[in-house]
Nanobody, 117 residues
Framework: QVQLVESGGGSVQAGRSLKLSCVGS????????MGWYRQAPGPERELVAT???????KYADSVRGRFTISRDSAKNTVNLQMNGLRPEDTGVYYC???????????WGQGTQVTVSS
């Protein structure tokens, strides 16, 4: 199975920056799309950003222009540079890998991001 491990979360003041990293291991295809999702207290988990192996990216409207997703497919790594953080960015951020072969989503355990006013 696929394992994803996130790092880089923490507590910061509004306007500051954080960089999240995710490293995958296990049976991983280097062509798998990867991304980041986040979840505030409650059941909703929302897409933050995704990236394909060719470098095509998608961003949530709420983070576009502030966050940048990147990947190193050879190292099974995806990063999320978060600038201009806002209190509403607070939540648990999850690394995601989508297996196109099996149509299966794999998730990391999450890393907490807390932004104070």
């Amino acid at each position: 199975q696929v394992q994803l491990v996130e790092s880089g979360g923490g507590s910061v003041q509004a306007g500051r920056s954080l960089k999240l990293s995710c490293v995958g291991s296990g049976r991983i295809s280097k062509i798998n799309p990867m991304g980041w999702y986040r979840q505030a207290p409650g059941p909703e988990r929302e897409l933050v950003a995704t990236i394909t192996t060719s470098g095509d990216t998608k961003y949530a409207d709420s983070v576009r222009g502030r966050f940048t997703i990147s990947r190193d497919s050879a190292k099974n790594t995806v990063n999320l540079q978060m600038n201009g953080l806002r209190p509403e960015d607070t939540g648990v951020y999850y690394c995601n890998l989508f297996s196109t072969a099996s149509a299966t989503n794999y998730w990391g355990q999450g890393t907490q991001v807390t932004v104070s006013s």
